[in-house]
């Protein structure tokens, strides 16, 4: 029972973040229906985003400390962050310590814009070409992303921290009446899918219960309707894009201190984000997010080593199992809608 | 000429002198010039344009025929590369065998693969065949490594006793044709430059040949037409009565049997198979080469396979210090500017000037290389028809009333 209690934990974290790549994606196509193979890019920038918070707030200078001396006896020479001299030394440190959280807010401008630029720029021109163009465009799109990321951060992996108040576990067996020690899980993990439940609902909320989001909805389902009733729906979907962009990017924001931000991140998602949202069925919200945390949860529960004794490498390929088998018994994936890429 | 009309025996010609000379052609700088990082006529890149080439026109005839965008293929090339080498490894270091192996182990597994991903089509397919091939390749790295060597993947080794073959004991195998070895070469040097001429090589090439020439009649044939259909308007093709479903199958099995003779070859070449040839970027690779070249033409798969091939090999291998020197004669100022600005792309970032390169295709030229060319040439074509035109009555009647007054 504590087993699988565990699986189903260990099965969050990267269940939500497939679930918020898929959703973004969805959207996109939902609403502009585009197959957009750049959306791991965008996570993967996210992530970067991160980095680049923590690379800012740790500019540092040389200062000659008088009171401490090096092994010649000449004054000691530290680098101080400029943070630390704005703000004294331990509001410094904690802002450093905390900016995985605050690259929250900083990433959310520039996901907008990179989204903002790529829809103007280049997905704008690919509406009325076939699916087929559209996913080599967006792969290309995605190489050079990619390589652009390579050439100014390098190709390692880059610790990014949580901050110190996050680095433990939590204890979750006490809670449930089980031995200690029995089902840890680190907080950040928590934390982790907290934000992924806030995002969702809030995209969720945004598109139920606002004005715009109504709109949005409306245009969804027939979008030439919606253009003759006077409504500019172009600008909203390119705010849709914006907004999914956002999501993706977010998500890579949160996910750096479970895995080390590197180059080609956002391609490892991606393929697997692709099964998910199409196991969902295309277009469908609900359906990506549901898809997101089962196949997560599948694929934690596939790496038992009680069911690896019995078959072999599954955890390899139970999501890509999963995926054969519903395509080939529900060709519309899991909430798919009649109509949406069926030719 | 062969079944073939007279332009196509001329391309399939074409083909086959630039194939055989190639080591001439793709050499042209002397050995020690500043040029000669240019040359691109060494047995190994030699070997790769060629084999990717086979690999490219074999998803040309699913992808460029069918409009069917699979992202798996490189799964049969890897399944193929396994069968080749086990036959190596058991039977005889002969290669023909390996290769006849490896066509039939990749067709029997892209029967299954298209049996089954051929129930859906657009996105749907394209993500079922990624499935397939991540599968396989997850396999091939975890479970199955007692075939397929897991992360060290299979070479040939002095313990392998080919049942036909006569190994001295701890001699390790060499693939051989019928007792040539297939990297005997044979240099040829005039002056300063250098040619070499690889057994490996040839039989690649003229391999390549056949295949140029196989995908070519089933271009031209009533099965290529119904193919075309299908890209066409499946829609109605099945309205008409006809099922399309034995049509795509087949194309997509003759494809799995390219891509299973391509990794046939590169383990003749290499005696070497590592599950990495199996990921899922070798897959985008191969739809990169076909796109860029000109997907649904006959040449254009081979031009894509050796362009990116090339640019692998050899752009990144320019340095910044190649660059200063090159660009040594501008005041120095400038010259690090351009070095500054152009660095990024060459390198280790040729992946990115391949992307640059690939999404301008893909925006502006939707037919590849093949269509550039196409355009360039009706561009000098309607300056010529366009002068003798005014002078030709003849050809430019004036038009007449069609009721009589």
Known sequence: MDAIILQILNGLDKGSAYALIALGLTLIFGTLGVVNFAHGALFMIGAFCAVTL???????????????????????????????EWFGETTGQAIIDWSVPLAILFSIPIMVLVGFAMERGLIKHFYKR????????????????????????????????????????????????????????????LIYFAFAMIVIAGVFAFLQFTTFGMVVRAGMADRETVGLLGINIDRRFTIMFAIAACVAGLAGVMYTPINSPNYHMGMDFLVLSFVVVVVGGMGSLPGAVLAGFLLGVLESFASMAAVIDIIPGINQIIIYLVAIVILLTRPRGLMGRRGVMEE | MLGLNKKDSTLLLIVAVLAL???????????????????????????????????????????????????????????????????????????????????????????????????????????????????SYALAYSVLTPITGGET???????????????????????????????????????????????????????????????????????????????????????????????????????????????????????????????????????????????GTLI???????????????????????????????????????????????????????????MLVVIFLPGGLVEGGQRIARLFRKKKADTPSDKDPEHHPKPTPHVAE
């Open chain 1, 54 to 84: 923590q690379k800012i707030l740790s500019l540092s200078h040389q200062v000659v400390d008088e009171s401490r001396k090096d092994f010649l006896g000449n004054p000691l020479k530290v680098d101080v962050p400029y943070i630390y």
């Open chain 1, 130 to 189: 076939p699916h087929a163009d559209q996913i080599l465009v967006t792969f290309g799109l995605a190489i050079v992303l990619q390589e652009i990321i390579k050439y100014f951060y390098g190709a390692n992996p880059i610790p990014t921290p949580a901050p110190d108040a996050f680095t433990g576990s939590f204890d979750f067996g006490v809670l449930l009446g089980f031995d200690p020690f029995t089902i840890i899980y680190p907080y950040w993990r």
């Open chain 2, 21 to 135: 000379l190639a080591p001439f052609i793709l050499n042209p700088f002397p050995e020690g010039s500043s040029l000669a990082q240019f040359n691109a006529g060494y047995p190994d890149l030699m070997q790769r344009f060629v084999i990717f080439g086979i690999f490219a026109i074999g998803f040309n005839i699913l992808f460029g025929l069918t409009g069917y965008l699979s992202f798996g293929h490189a799964a049969f090339l890897g399944v193929g590369s396994y069968a080749a080498i086990w036959m190596m490894k058991l039977l005889t270091l002969n290669v023909i065998p390996a290769i006849v192996m490896s066509i039939i182990v990749a067709g029997l597994f892209a029967l299954v693969v298209g049996f089954v991903s051929l129930r859906r089509s657009g996105i749907y397919f394209s993500i079922l065949t990624l499935a397939f091939a991540q599968m």
């Open chain 2, 153 to 295: 993947g299979l070479q040939l080794k002095a313990t392998d006793r080919p049942l036909l073959s006569n190994l001295a004991e701890g001699e390790i195998g060499r693939a051989s044709l019928f007792g040539v070895d297939m990297r005997t070469s044979f240099e040829l040097a005039v002056g300063d430059w250098l040619w070499t001429f690889n057994m490996g090589y040839y039989i690649a090439a003229v391999v390549m040949l056949i295949a140029f020439y196989v995908s070519m009649r089933i271009f031209r044939s009533p099965f290529g037409m119904m193919l075309r259909a299908v890209k066409s308007n499946q829609q109605r093709m099945n309205y008409t009565g006809l099922n399309s479903k034995p049509y795509t199958l087949a194309a997509f099995v003759i494809s799995g049997m390219y891509a299973g003779l391509a990794g046939g070859l590169m383990v003749a070449m290499d005696t070497q198979v590592g599950p990495e040839r199996m990921f899922w970027t070798a897959s985008g690779e191969v739809v990169l080469m076909t796109i860029l070249g000109g997907a």
């Open chain 2, 300 to 358: 254009g798969p081979v031009l894509g396979a050796g362009l990116i091939k090339y640019m692998e090999n050899i752009i990144s291998k320019i340095n910044s210090g190649i660059l200063h020197e090159w660009f040594a004669f501008l005041p120095d100022g400038l010259e690090d500017a351009l070095v500054f600005m152009v660095y990024p792309f060459i390198g280790k970032g040729w992946h990115l000037t391949l992307g640059i390169v690939f």
